[in-house]
Each structure stands twice: as structure tokens, then as C-alpha cells.
């Protein structure tokens, strides 16, 4: 694959830039021919594919910030010259080409572009249906800016199948990939995981965890609960699950008082444990599916724990290992909580809603991880580059 100077490369970003506003009126009024044939049922979907000047704006402050960022290829990792002579130097290099899958979000054609695009890769976008008109016009903008820069259109390619196209392309690709980031719930995951040939990063699915200590403050409790849980349903770093532990002081008069707070904010309510004896009149847990699922709505399931460790052993089991939280105020119990919990981001009296590539200083991210090779949490700039060793000699050879 070509090596692109970053001059040449924040050229391009530089179109983008330019272009995503020339054509703002044609790219808002193409997610509008989206937004008309959805079935506004799936309110999280729906809040997913909306495209507006505020989104627009956005989309044009994630490549201005990408293309502030240092060029993440080509940087030494380490340096040695060996006692033999021999000089090996490891540096920082291209995936090669990257196919992301995901649903609904038009921004997601410009942040991983960038992010793929300013790291050296090729990217394939395979958006979802719903959001095909939006996405056929931002890929336009994009081979705009690389024509204008004097680059090849196959930099950035949209891709167009259905599923069963999509299997044959994961089982038999008709150009070379490298990486495939699926970026969306089980069943995605899952059929990727079971057809491609090549590595899978996985990410987008949420069921958040928060362990509410015996040790916590309640007024924090309930302001970082609320907010993890309602300012952003559709978003995979929202509150899912809570477990409060029955030895919190004045626990019945604190649940209920957590229950007319959520009832208040429009938020369903599911009961298990203590709890559901605390509140007879909310709906209880009948499956126990239900703790692997992602609400992606304006739901909760509460239940009561009797320790810590049995906090840990619930978490640990059922979610999703992306984001969990305790609120407590015993600095050694969060810190035990945050070392045990396997989870790409675990959190200490804050909302979950904080596992963003731009609110954890990555910036624009890809995808969050919720794999352990090669990177867990924000896929930012500096994530989308593999290494590669550079080994120097003078007719060495091995004795």
C-alpha cells in the first residue's frame, strides 16, 4: 500500500472540510429522504440517523480535529543496535484495509473514514439501509476531496449488499482486508464473527453496570444514575443495570425515592430482589436473559446485592465489559472494584456516559472496543496503526 505524506493527507481533510459545508443543504436534505421511510418505533434508532446543522457541524469538527492530530504512522516504538551489529527498530504502520459494519449513524461515514483515512488505511463502509441516502452523499463528498487532491476514489469505498452479499463478501472478499470492526449488537457480531477470514474487533455493545456500595453518597448516586440512564439512550455507554447493595443505609426509603425519580423521568422500571419487595407495584424480573440484554431505551433493571463481591460476580457475568461504575465513598472499595471488573472502562462515583473517544481526549474514535487485543475502549487516531519491525544488518546471519 502507498505511503501518503501527512501534507497529502490533511489536503484531503482540508476538501472535506470544505466540502461537508459547500454541501451542507445537499447532505441534510439526503438524510431528510431517510429519516421520511423510518419507522420511528425504534426511538433510539431513529435519534441514531438524524442529521441536522448541529450533526453537520460536528461531522466537520471531527475531521478538523483528526487532521490537528500527529500523523500515527511511522513513529519509532523502540530503538536497538544488538551486540552483533545488527540494528532493529520497531515503528508504528498501516492495518492495510478496513471494513467497518454498522447501523443508522450517517456521522459514523465521516469519523471512521478520517480516522482510517489520516492512519494510512483503506476503508470499506457498509452502512445500514436506513441510512443509505446520507451515506451515498457523504461517500460523494469524500471522493470528491480525493479527486481533488489528485488520489484514487478507492481510498474510501461505500459498500451496497444485503446480508446474503455480505456473507459471501466475509467469506470470499473481493480485495484484500485486514480488519473487521462490526459495530453493532449481538446478532451483527455474531454473524461477522461466524463468516470472516480475517481479524474482528469487537465493539458497540453496551449493558452497563453500576454497583451501588453500602458506602455511597445517595445524592451522587442519583445524579450520576440519571444521567448515565436518560441523556443518551441510544448510545452504547448508557446505564443499563444497577445493583444496590441491601446493606445501604435506610435502603427502603432510598429505593423508593430512586423509583419515583426515574418514574418522574419517563424511565421503566424493573424489579428484582430486596427491591422488588421495596416496590410491589413495579414490574418484576421474569427471564433471566434480561441481564445480557442492551436496553437501548428508556429502561432499567434494579436489583439489591449483600456485598461487594457478589457485585463483581454479576457484573463480571452478564455485561457487556464495556462500561461500569460503583458509587461509594471508601477509596480501597473502588479501588479493589476497578482492578476486578472486566470492563473497557470502569468508573469511580461518574456517569458511564463518558466512554467517548472525544470526552476521554482520543477525539473522533472509530468504534469503542470491548476486545482485549489490540486495544480496549475509544478507537482513536492513534489506535487504527499495527507495528512493524525494520531489522538493518551488513551480511548478518544467524549461527
Known amino acids: 500500500m502507498q505511503l501518503l505524506s501527512t501534507d497529502k493527507k490533511n489536503a484531503v481533510l482540508e476538501s472535506m472540510i470544505n466540502l461537508i459545508e459547500e454541501r451542507r443543504k445537499e447532505i441534510i436534505a439526503a438524510n431528510k429522504k431517510d429519516l421520511d421511510t423510518f419507522d420511528r418505533d425504534d426511538q433510539a434508532l431513529y435519534d441514531r440517523l438524524v442529521v441536522n446543522d448541529t450533526k453537520v457541524d460536528d461531522m466537520k469538527r471531527a475531521v478538523q480535529e483528526v487532521k490537528n492530530q500527529e500523523d500515527p504512522v511511522g513513529n519509532e516504538i523502540s530503538n536497538i543496535t544488538l551486540d552483533s551489529g545488527l540494528k532493529i527498530i520497531n515503528k508504528t504502520d498501516p ?51 480525493l479527486e481533488q487532491n489528485g488520489l484514487a476514489k478507492d481510498w474510501i469505498k461505500m459498500l451496497v449488499m444485503n446480508r446474503q452479499e455480505t456473507q459471501s463478501f466475509l467469506m470470499k472478499p473481493t480485495e484484500k482486508l485486514d480488519l473487521i470492526v462490526p459495530r453493532g449488537g449481538e446478532r451483527l457480531i455474531d454473524f461477522v464473527k461466524q463468516y470472516a477470514k480475517c481479524a474482528v474487533l469487537i465493539s458497540g455493545r453496551g449493558n452497563n453496570f453500576m454497583y451501588v456500595s453500602k458506602n455511597a453518597d445517595w445524592t451522587k448516586t442519583v445524579k450520576v444514575l440519571i444521567n448515565a440512564k436518560t441523556d443518551k439512550i ?109 470492563s473497557a472502562a470502569v468508573y469511580h462515583n461518574a456517569s458511564t456516559r463518558f466512554t467517548d473517544g472525544g470526552q476521554m481526549g482520543v477525539g473522533a474514535e472509530l468504534a469503542i472496543s470491548t476486545d482485549k487485543l489490540h486495544h480496549r475502549g475509544p478507537l482513536g487516531l492513534k489506535q487504527l496503526v499495527t507495528n512493524k519491525y525494520y531489522v538493518y544488518g551488513d551480511a548478518h546471519i544467524r549461527e
Not at 467497518?100 to 480516522?115: G, K, M, N, Q
Not at 494510512?120 to 439501509?129: A, D, Q, V
Not at 452504547?236 to 429505593?255: E, M, R, Y
Request: proline letters at 1%.
Open 234 to 342: 441510544s448510545g452504547c455507554n448508557a446505564l443499563d443495570k444497577v445493583l444496590i447493595d441491601d446493606n445501604l443505609p435506610d435502603f427502603n426509603t432510598k429505593v423508593k425515592d430512586l423509583a419515583k425519580t426515574l418514574d418522574s423521568a419517563g424511565v421503566e422500571t424493573l424489579v428484582d430482589g430486596k427491591v422488588a419487595e421495596v416496590l410491589a407495584n413495579h414490574q418484576k424480573l421474569e427471564n433471566e436473559s434480561t441481564w445480557y440484554e442492551e436496553f437501548l431505551a428508556m429502561k432499567i433493571l434494579i436489583t439489591s446485592v449483600n456485598s461487594q463481591e457478589e457485585a463483581h460476580q454479576m457484573i463480571n457475568t452478564y455485561s457487556g465489559k464495556h462500561s461500569s461504575v460503583i458509587l461509594t465513598e471508601n477509596e480501597t472499595e473502588a479501588k479493589r472494584f476497578m482492578e476486578e471488573i472486566d
Open 95 to 145: 492495518f492495510g484495509t478496513i471494513l467497518i459494519i454498522y447501523e443508522s449513524r450517517p456521522d459514523v461515514t465521516i469519523e471512521a473514514a478520517v480516522l482510517a483515512f489520516k492512519a494510512n488505511n483503506k476503508i470499506l463502509l457498509k452502512g445500514g439501509k436506513e441510512a443509505f441516502h446520507s451515506n451515498e452523499e457523504l461517500v460523494k463528498c469524500w471522493h470528491m476531496a
